[in-house]
T-cell receptor
Framework: KNQVEQSPQSLIILEGKNCTLQ??????????LRWYKQDTGRGPVSLTI?????NTKSNGRYTATLDADTKQSSLHITASQLSDSASYIC?????????????FGTGTKLQVIP | EAGVTQSPTHLIKTRGQQATLRCSPI?????VYWYQQALGLGLQFLLW???????NRGNFPPRFSGRQFPNYSSELNVNALELEDSALYLC????????????????FGEGSRLTVL
């Protein structure tokens, strides 16, 4: 069964600190992995996308890494801000018959406190 | 360019009633996806429509149904509402015909909050 597991389930950090969120997946055949940010009560918004050949990709203070061999990804947030408080969702895509089938992780809820 | 729009933003129903939620995809997008997100839980895949046809369905009972119109907008119908149907219902769109076909990025709307009393 294709699965995407994220850890930790929730995290509280002080403003200005760094943090790393983890994503392990068993989805196969892998097409790409994307991290979404979802503010409470809002729709998710894509932060980064990584394909099989990419190891690292940055988007401002967000840096995603991918190890396709171990099927692990991480999202590192540098110098956290209060606005980073949100759920971060790892989504893995499978290319199937010309369509992208996606599997969502359950997310990590991050709370940044002053 | 307008993003994915959903309506209504909030909907309150009583148990046993029917709810209809609507979604307009980004212009040019042919695929519409529906997800349910109960409070504190992850996104659960409901339905996927592309070019007017249902392409895939999640593990939900038949009282969850929908359709996609010729203009690619979509509606989700939930019949015989139950208390546990209370959730945020998210619609997302993408296109297999554009350059983002290879990335599969989903563009989400802001959701419709359904409360069943």
């Amino acid at each position: 069964k294709n699965q995407v597991e994220q850890s930790p389930q929730s995290l509280i950090i002080l403003e200005g600190k760094n943090c790393t969120l983890q994503c392990n997946y068993t989805v196969s055949p892998f097409s790409n992995l994307r991290w979404y940010k979802q503010d409470t009560g809002r729709g998710p918004v894509s932060l980064t996308i990584m394909t099989f050949s990419e190891n690292t990709k940055s988007n401002g203070r967000y840096t995603a890494t991918l190890d396709a061999d171990t099927k692990q990804s991480s999202l590192h947030i540098t110098a956290s801000q209060l606005s980073d408080s949100a759920s971060y969702i790892c989504v893995v895509s499978v290319n199937s018959g010309g369509y992208q089938k996606v599997t969502f992780g359950t997310g990590t809820k991050l709370q940044v406190i002053p | 360019e307008a993003g994915v729009t959903q309506s209504p933003t909030h909907l309150i129903k009583t148990r046993g009633q029917q709810a209809t939620l609507r979604c307009s995809p980004i212009s040019g997008h042919t695929s519409v996806y529906w997800y349910q997100q109960a409070l504190g839980l992850g996104l659960q895949f409901l339905l996927w429509y592309d070019e007017g046809e249902e392409r895939n369905r999640g593990n939900f009972p038949p009282r969850f149904s929908g359709r996609q119109f010729p203009n690619y907008s979509s509606e989700l119908n939930v019949n015989a509402l139950e208390l546990e149907d209370s959730a945020l219902y998210l619609c997302a769109s993408n296109s297999i015909l554009s350059g983002i076909r290879d990335t599969g990025e989903l563009f989400f709307g802001e959701g419709s909050r359904l409360t069943v009393l």
